[in-house]
């Protein structure tokens, strides 16, 4: 029999041995959880495309946000879904929007022990579904919208956000909600750009979360999945106007883009697991075509080992249980 030198197979023997040797590792503190929040909802409401999640009530938010603390996850990502919406979004800065009530909810409950962030977009406050306000020719108007992303920073700074998550694709975004910031006495609020979001068809389950209203796509501002050169100039934009954190959506399509931007930016990456690649991993599993738990980490572990810092998914809960030391059956959902 031939001697061999190099037996690659001799560091995977054991689990021990094969965790000895990893290269890529996950934790809890990795992790973010997107949540939703539902106006006039007293009890949690199921989203039937995507299992497990729920449209929350102000009383299960809290809960879920102390949760999210025990379990030791990063953080937690909230989005509004108001009972009534209009052309130019008005309820994304009311100080008693849904929104803005939640978050100061939540960091009433939690402190500094979970890091608060906010989706700071119109999409779900508008009638027309659009990520900004709409000229006369019912186009995003680039330019009017960071006016009202602005107020919106604004009133999540002072609703306890601790982090604004800048997801409309404007152009400009960064710098003017800096801008505004800074004005307003918020230095410290950190901004976690959206740098390359994609127009892409895996957001469809997140509609049925937030009750979408859009007509038609947002292929006008969003990227085009087929282009690479224009994510890395976004990113470079971003950063140049101030972004502390930068941000490809979705994860999974977009790993090859998530290992570029990983290796040119100086600040913190995130990737966002979205609602359709949770959605497929259910739907396959359901399906009894793969093993839930086995894809579900491996998704994870793949997006981390691309170059995310930190993954914003809707397994952040599940997950870090499984990350724990001792392992700890699920929690019932509200």
């Known amino acids: 029999m031939e001697v061999l030198a190099q037996r690659p197979r001799r560091l995977r023997q054991t689990p021990a041995l094969r965790a000895l040797v990893a290269q890529t590792r996950l934790h809890p503190a990795d992790l973010v959880l997107p949540v939703f929040v539902r106006e006039g909802v007293s009890e949690a409401q199921p989203i039937g495309s995507m299992p497990g999640v729920v449209q929350h009530g102000l009383d299960s938010l809290v809960a879920v946000a102390r949760e999210a603390v025990t379990a030791g996850l990063g953080g937690l990502m909230i989005f509004g879904v108001p009972a009534t919406r209009d052309e130019s979004g008005s309820g994304a800065?009311?100080?008693?929007?849904i929104l803005n009530v939640a978050l100061r909810r939540v960091r009433e409950a939690v402190g500094d022990d979970l890091v608060v962030?906010?989706?700071?977009c119109l999409d779900e406050f508008t009638d027309h579904g659009h990520c900004g306000v709409l000229d006369s020719q019912g186009r995003v108007d680039n330019d009017?919208?960071?006016v009202r992303y602005a107020s919106m920073a604004l009133a999540q700074a002072a609703a306890g956000a601790q982090v604004v998550g800048l997801s409309g694709m404007m152009d400009g975004q960064v710098g003017h909600v800096r801008e505004a910031l800074d004005r307003g006495g918020f230095t410290d609020t950190i901004i976690l750009a959206y740098a390359a979001k994609y127009a892409s068809g895996f957001y469809g389950p997140f509609r049925e979360a937030v009750e979408s209203t859009l007509q038609g796509d947002r292929s006008t501002y969003q990227q085009d999945p087929a282009n690479t050169t224009e994510s890395l100039r976004e990113v470079a934009l971003d950063l140049d106007q101030g972004a502390d954190i930068v941000m490809v959506k979705p994860a999974l399509p977009y790993l090859d883009i998530l290992s570029q931007?990983?290796?040119?930016?100086?600040?913190?990456?995130?990737?966002?697991?979205?609602?359709?690649e949770y959605a497929q991993i259910e739907a396959a599993a359901a399906h009894g075509w793969i093993d839930r738990e086995?894809?579900?980490?491996?998704?994870?572990i793949s997006i981390k080992r691309?170059?995310?810092?930190?993954?914003?998914t809707y397994y952040a809960l599940e997950a870090a249980r499984l990350l724990a030391p001792n392992p700890q059956p699920p929690t019932p959902s509200p």
């Open 294 to 300: 086995r894809v579900m980490m491996e998704s994870l």
């Open 261 to 276: 931007v990983a290796q040119m930016s100086p600040v913190p990456v995130a990737a966002y697991q979205v609602s359709g």
């Open 117 to 120: 962030m906010a989706d700071l």
């Open 144 to 146: 009017r919208t960071l």
């Open 306 to 312: 691309a170059g995310a810092q930190i993954i914003l």
């Open 93 to 97: 800065d009311d100080p008693d929007g």
